[in-house]
């Protein structure tokens, strides 16, 4: 069974060449991107996503339904975002995520750093101590937004834990841009990933 579960996954480079001009229509998803190769922003567009595969950046994001009661629309969007090469005096990042849903927008955190002409921001949380506060129906977990980064084997590591009411807001879209050298407009890194409750 696991053989069968490791030949099932695709590597993001599969991905990558499924959704090109080289691709098979069936062995793509479902939400795959489909890039033609006669308009411009596609070829943009699949050249990023090479360079995002290549570079070794990654990102994941999802809702976990934590609370588990029925008709409980509680639930915490983790996130976790990995900038390969960073560096904190050469590099910049832009880091958002958002909730939509009902025709409504709800910002649940958004980080910055290095950016020309922009203030440094590692999160528009509010400092104000209410992190050390514990959900009390998940002591493990804090009661606010939270934002975190660490240092891992040449990269920089943001993790996130935002909750949203998933029945009013279905989907997350959670955006990064990175510049591993932010004196070079074209080391622009783009990243922009959707999930649905």
Known sequence: MVIQAENATRSPFE?????SC??????R?????????H???DLY???????????????EVDY???IGKRGNSEDAIKMRVRLPGCNSTESAWQLKLVAHGNGATKHLLASQFG?????NS????????????????????PLNNTLTQHWESNALVLEGLVWVNSTRYQQAVLDIRYWPDKTDPQSLMTLTLKIRE
């Open 15 to 19: 991905v990558w060449l499924s959704d």
């Open 22 to 27: 080289f691709g098979v229509l069936n062995k």
């Open 29 to 37: 998803g479902a939400n795959d991107p489909v890039w033609d190769i």
């Open 39 to 41: 308009k411009a922003e």
């Open 45 to 59: 567009d699949a050249l990023m996503a090479y360079k995002v595969i290549i570079s070794g950046m990654t990102a």
């Open 64 to 66: 976990q339904d934590l």
């Open 115 to 119: 950016l020309k002409d922009v203030e």
């Open 122 to 141: 590692f999160s528009t949380i509010k400092e104000d101590g209410s992190h050390i506060l514990r959900n009390p129906r998940h002591p493990d977990l």
